[in-house]
């Protein structure tokens, strides 16, 4: 029964180990032969598409499919709570089916076309995957209505092929908007997954217009196979390896002995630490959970008061955001068409900005309420213990050389870099530390599996929001409209960080890009804004999305790991806001921080 279970598991874990070795293979191939596997970039990149589907299946199973929240799921009337949590599961079941139908009309469209991918493997086999990973998904969905075996399959069936029914039927009319709409904003609050309703809002938009349904599974194809997205799985990856082992406190021994135990040292250590792995990681939420117990007793011992460590470690696990190879970073430049190298040098001075202004503006540098580093006698600086550090973790160390390094220099390609990145990670944490085994392996890629998949879901239904707003000209309409409200750049530049930050509350990051760089970015540029400097900005000021309810997620993971309640941690957190806001204006003003360094390198 447990294999039956995990075949999701198993087929989405086998596709990011091939997106691994098949770059691999081909870089080592490419000397000696002078080409390397057929077509390895498409393999890679539909691999991706396989990892997305199943890794989203597999997510849904471990419950983490991103929602809005629960909504009347944590009312208090206990008919309440199911009621929601039925109309929840179930909306998000008949949207699946409909899903499934929209794709399943893709497929056969493409099955004329008779193209393969290499080695006789058909274009549509791969894009089968879609329709069925849909139903499945639906199926899965379903079957929550219901704690009973019998009543749960049922609905399952029943709820899935009701929506692969109405879509199929209605495939070629004109459906109203508006009862659409309203479904989706009660599924949306009584806490559907995201996916569904980008995906439903897609589906009801180019219903009202008249327009083939196909084209929301078509912009989640040309999403999950973009050529540069498989960094995205294999950087995250990565930094799973590296959190799962021992990395994290040789890396926290490191920090310390180059900074000090003081309270200044501790604190740099600490927002620093937190940075570099956020940015490895893909997810803040996964540094809090990897550093935390690690670096909440370092502050303590230095004299930070529990609440006061508790908000700097929650605070500064948002920042790794500009760092590279961080996953939003990635996400922005395949969105905005910037060179994934340029993106990367280009948040360097930026984080350090940031960095900078939650230490100093947030206070953890005061001294005020803390106790001095005579009375807590902690050690000073020390060249030679940093030094034994720096050896002890100069495999961690050497991570981002081989990252930024290899992508920069032109040796390899943004997915060969990742590919060489998780290579690099796997084999130094199992060979060099012997700190990964086998079931440690499997347990990173099924983590990294759940968290890309259900991260590409909602990349795939956003984009096929975004296509029809472009297709509608609401990005010239918004264009107009903003010119003739804001006289010039900088009275733009404070709304645009005004607005960012509302969006970042409610919106997670990976929509907020899909959905608003497009609508946002040729506002931008209409005021002389370069495309490289809006993307930091926007990832600045996102950052503080991590840090506010209800799509704050830091905030949650941060109660959970520290056992103290949502509120305390949200309170506690209020001045890092107000710095990284601050830092995030600074970036907005002064463009060459972001610009110079790889106008400088270019």
Not at 56 to 73: V, Y
Not at 311 to 336: D, F, H, N, Q
Not at 410 to 423: H, I, N, R, W
Not at 491 to 502: E, I, M, P, S, T
Request: with cysteine; hydrophobic share 55%.
């Amino acid at each position: 029964m447990r294999r039956l279970l995990s075949f999701d598991e198993a087929i989405a874990s086998a596709a990011l180990a091939l997106m691994t070795l098949i770059p691999l293979v081909e870089i080592a191939l490419r000397p000696l032969h002078g080409k390397g596997i057929d077509n390895a970039p498409l393999l890679v990149q539909h691999l991706g598409l396989a990892l997305a589907m199943f890794g989203a299946l597999l997510a849904e199973r471990g419950g983490h499919l991103t929602s809005l929240g629960n909504g009347f799921a944590t009312a208090r009337n206990p008919l309440v709570r199911a009621a929601s949590t039925a109309f929840a599961k179930g909306s998000a079941s008949v949207l699946c089916g409909m899903l499934g139908s929209a794709s399943w009309n893709f497929v056969t469209s493409e099955l004329e076309a008779g193209r393969e991918l290499a080695y006789g493997i058909p274009v549509w086999g791969v894009q089968a995957l879609m329709p069925a990973g849909f139903v499945l998904l639906g199926l899965k969905l379903g079957s929550r209505c219901s704690r009973y075996r019998i009543a749960s399959l049922l609905l399952g069936v029943a709820l899935t092929a009701t929506g692969f029914i109405f879509a199929r039927h209605f495939n070629d009319a004109t459906l109203p908007l508006a009862p659409l709409a309203l479904w989706l904003v009660l599924a949306l609050l009584a806490g559907a997954p995201i996916f569904t309703i980008l995906g439903g809002l897609a589906l009801a938009l180019f219903w009202s217009e008249g327009q083939p349904l196909a084209s929301v599974p078509l912009s989640h194809y040309q999403i999950t196979v973009n050529p540069s997205l498989p960094a995205l799985p294999l950087f995250t990856l990565a930094g799973l390896v590296f959190a799962r082992s021992g990395a994290a406190g040789r890396l926290g021994t490191l920090f310390t002995a180059c900074f000090g135990g003081g309270v200044t040292g501790t604190a740099i250590a600490a927002a620093l630490l937190c940075s570099f792995f956020t940015a490895f990681t893909g997810g803040s939420g996964v540094t809090i959970l990897a550093l935390g117990g690690l670096l909440l007793p370092l502050l303590r011992d230095a004299g930070f008061p529990e609440r006061k460590g508790i908000s700097l470690v929650t605070s500064a696990s948002a920042l790794g955001v500009l760092l590279a190879p961080s996953v939003p970073l990635i996400m922005y430049a395949i969105i905005a068409r910037v060179p994934i190298n340029t993106m990367f040098l280009a948040g360097i001075v930026p984080a350090l900005v940031m960095v900078a202004s939650l230490l100093l503006v947030g206070g953890y540098l005061r001294r005020g309420g803390i106790a001095t580093d005579a009375e807590t006698k902690q050690p000073r600086p020390d060249a030679r213990t940093a030094l034994s550090a720096a050896w002890a973790a100069r495999w961690e160390i050497l991570a981002p050389l081989v990252a930024i390094g290899s992508l920069v220099s032109g040796v390899a390609t943004p997915t060969e870099s990742a590919a060489l990145t998780a290579a690099y990670a796997i084999l130094t944490q199992a060979i060099a530390h012997r700190e990964l085994d086998w079931a440690l392996l499997r347990r990173c890629l099924a983590d990294c599996a759940q968290v890309i998949g259900g991260v590409m879901l909602i990349l795939g239904m956003a984009l096929g929001l975004t296509n029809y707003l472009v297709d509608a000209g609401i990005p010239d309409a918004a264009v107009e409209w903003v010119q003739q409200t804001l006289p010039n750049k900088f009275a733009f530049l404070v709304a645009l960080n005004v607005f960012l930050f509302l969006a970042g509350a409610l919106m997670e990051i990976y929509a907020a890009i899909v959905v608003l760089v497009p609508l946002l970015l040729p506002v931008a540029i209409s005021y002389g804004i370069d495309p490289v400097h809006f993307g930091v900005i926007f990832l600045a000021v996102m950052e503080m999305g991590f840090l506010c309810p209800p799509a704050g997620m830091n905030i949650f993971f941060a109660s959970a790991m520290f056992a103290k309640p949502i509120r305390e941690v949200a309170v506690s957190v209020l001045p890092a806001l107000l710095a990284i806001f601050l830092g995030a204006l600074a970036i907005s003003w002064l463009p060459w921080l972001a610009t110079g360094l790889p106008g400088w390198l270019r």
